[in-house]
């Protein structure tokens, strides 16, 4: 039996980083999932004026200031990517790559997906489309992958592919150098529709057109409404109250994931604020 935490916290920008502190100063059993380096719109900010005390400072060097607090109170990021996560009644089950965790309570800070699903994706979800390539490679032994990635991070995900499949495209839409094994074929250009018949034949570029029995979308947050069945949205936000309790009994939100303005002050009293409704919720269940 997998060990059961306490909190689990998806996301590691302000409110992500924000709700972990405050869960060690609980001292609670959590876990912090997320990239090591913070988010990236955070990383890419020039210069941050409204967070009291560091006037002027950059994103990159606020990020540097977390990492620090993370790391002077001994907290890890695991860096796996959550795809999904199941209520099961008295706790959730969550799915990272190909491990899976269980905790009483979690805490979404994902932020906000601003593109729009590509056409086809939803219909072809679990039929050829994936947002997990550790987790589904092996379906595609010898036969043609093409992955959409959003970040360079995702090309180690690439590379495993890599050594699976027969053919593996690649669509960067990030704008570092792509640094991958040489037997993957970088194709420039906008994915625009998925379309098949029963399953995923082909992705349509503006440019071109490839031919592919699957697609990776490996994109930096999953959507919400994808990511939790069950969980109420309102438009591309998740719905909370003033506690930033979600619909679902033991599940938060916190940050750009639950509504404008998107800012880095409000997403780390926003991530407090989740961490204390889950301890008191945690403690409502001891007493019963």
């Known amino acids: 039996?997998?060990?059961?935490?306490?909190?689990?916290?998806?996301?590691?920008?302000?409110?992500?980083?924000?709700?972990?502190?405050?869960?060690?100063?609980?001292?609670?059993?959590f876990i912090l999932f997320g990239d090591k380096n913070s988010s990236a719109k955070l990383r890419k900010a020039h210069a941050i004026n409204n967070y009291p005390g560091l006037y002027g400072i950059s994103g990159n060097e606020l990020k540097n200031r977390f990492l620090e607090h993370l790391q002077a109170m001994d907290i890890e990021i695991t860096e796996e990517r959550v795809n999904n996560i199941y209520p099961m009644g008295e706790y959730y089950t969550l799915l990272a790559n190909d491990k899976m965790y269980e905790a009483t309570t979690i805490?979404?800070?994902v932020g906000v997906n601003f593109g729009?699903?590509?056409?086809?994706?939803?219909?072809?979800?679990g039929k050829g489309v994936s947002y997990c390539a550790t987790c589904d490679a092996n379906f595609y032994r010898g036969k043609t992958v093409t992955i959409i990635a959003y970040n360079k991070h995702?090309?180690?995900?690439?590379?495993?592919?890599?050594?699976?499949?027969?053919?593996?495209?690649?669509?960067?839409?990030?704008t570092e150098p792509v640094e991958v094994d040489e037997s993957v074929e970088i194709v420039q250009g906008t994915p625009v529709e998925i379309?098949?018949?029963?399953?995923?034949?082909?992705?349509?570029?503006?440019?071109?057109?490839?031919?592919?029995?699957?697609?990776?979308?490996?994109?930096?947050?999953?959507?919400?409404?994808?990511?939790?069945?069950?969980?109420?949205?309102?438009?591309?936000?998740?719905?909370?109250?003033?506690?930033?309790?979600a619909n679902l009994p033991g599940c938060f939100a916190a940050g750009d994931i639950v509504g404008t303005p998107y800012q880095y002050i409000k997403a780390a009293g926003e991530?407090?604020?989740?961490?204390?409704?889950?301890?008191?919720?945690?403690?409502?269940?001891?007493?019963k």
Do not use: C, W
Not at 154 to 174: C, D, F, S
Not at 202 to 212: D, V, Y
């Open 1 to 29: 039996m997998s060990e059961r935490y306490d909190i689990a916290i998806i996301g590691s920008g302000p409110a992500g980083i924000s709700a972990a502190i405050n869960a060690k100063i609980r001292k609670k059993n």
């Open 107 to 109: 805490i979404l800070a």
């Open 116 to 125: 729009k699903p590509l056409t086809g994706e939803e219909e072809f979800l």
């Open 154 to 174: 995702e090309e180690a995900e690439v590379n495993y592919v890599a050594g699976i499949a027969a053919k593996v495209y690649l669509v960067p839409m990030y």
């Open 195 to 245: 379309v098949g018949d029963q399953t995923v034949k082909k992705l349509i570029l503006k440019e071109t057109e490839l031919e592919t029995d699957g697609v990776f979308i490996l994109r930096d947050s999953v959507s919400p409404g994808q990511l939790v069945p069950g969980l109420v949205m309102d438009g591309s936000h998740v719905q909370v109250d003033r506690m930033m309790q």
């Open 271 to 287: 991530g407090n604020i989740a961490t204390l409704s889950a301890v008191a919720y945690l403690d409502e269940l001891k007493k």
